[in-house]
């Protein structure tokens, strides 16, 4: 099978929020994860891991915590009664993803160093995280990419950061690391297709702010 | 030509700090923020911004200031005599970049909202910067693989969070924004290549931190 274009990859790669609970192979695992590595590192450090949690218990704990803070959030917000149904639909397929998340195969913890110790050093803490983030997230794009040409379906999530001292604690992680982002793995129990985007040509801006073409 | 493989770009995408004068053009730069906003972003609020500073005197500023705080990081900092040739070689072209830097054709310009609200609002600040940020870098890693497919050489950079609150208010950027990340664009002096990894096995851990294969 020949390999999917880079920009057929990026245009299709929507998020997938349900999964199949079919094991996925462990080469293709590592697979995702080399793709990840083989991103930018901010001074080349490569200070971070990827966690793979498969087991029953793990997959577990992390459910509990992530659907206690999901309900949390939804509670006494009743949903708008004009709320556009594709974003109605989003919205269901997020709380199943929620309630039904050591359902899937593998949970993927992405994690960096907190800090980036040259400009740690110097005080330039705003610089630090974006070094930090800067590294991260775009290994994480670079797995989702190459989640969507081997058929995998993910999604990236961020409310573990709202039980990520619970979380640490239960796997083992050091202090100094953070827990960026968790994407649910699995084969997508719908089809992969193309992200609705407003078009750029509102969001680009020439020379300065607010000029336009 | 046909499309280059997602892998094939990925694999031969480093980081790219010597860049020929030459204009890019409009179309050009308009596909590659358009590959940029087909990422994921949270929430679906695609809170993004793209400034794409192409005029001497935008350019001028951003050097200055950047160049001003690369030789304040460097001094009285000698680099170390045992110092591996590859890592030397990085080092002069990140000053040789900073030192030139208005001399490339377009300096691009991240901009993300710098909350999330539906996090913000609950007090989960760790949470909301992680989907700004969750959301702005693989915006950014879409970009530069999109570079990459189009023959362009960039690279992340974010020493310009350092004067952010300058550069805000010289191209009128409003507060709630933040500037991501700046990425340098322009034709390669050199070659597209591979970058260097660690081996992915020593980054991958199996049910919890620490636990291996």
């Given at each position: 099978m020949a390999e999917l274009g880079v920009f057929e990859t990026m245009y299709s790669m929507r998020a997938i929020r349900r999964l199949k609970p079919d094991p996925i192979p462990e080469d293709t695992l590592r697979k995702i994860i080399d793709a990840g590595i083989h991103s930018p590192s901010g001074g080349n450090l490569q200070d971070w891991a990827f966690i793979l949690v498969r087991d029953a218990e793990g997959k577990r704990f992390i459910r509990d915590h992530y659907w206690g803070i999901w309900q949390k959030l939804q509670a006494?917000?009743?949903?708008?009664?004009?709320?556009p149904a594709t974003q109605l639909r989003v919205l269901q397929a997020a709380a199943h993803l929620a309630e039904?998340?050591?359902?899937?195969?593998v949970i993927l913890l992405a994690c960096a160093r907190k800090d980036y110790p040259p400009f740690a050093r110097a005080g330039y803490d705003r610089a630090s995280v974006a070094t930090v983030h800067g590294s991260i997230y775009p290994a994480v794009q670079n797995i989702m990419l190459a989640c969507r040409a081997l058929g995998l379906g993910t999604v990236i999530t961020t409310i573990h950061c709202c039980f990520e001292e619970e979380l640490k604690q239960h796997l083992g992680i050091p202090a100094e690391m953070e827990v960026s982002a968790l994407l649910p793995l699995g084969y997508p129990q719908g089809k992969f297709g193309p992200t609705t985007r407003k078009p750029a040509e509102g969001i680009i801006h020439w020379e300065r702010w607010g000029q336009k073409g």
């Open positions: 006494g917000r009743p949903l708008p009664a004009n709320l039904h998340l050591d359902e899937v195969p």
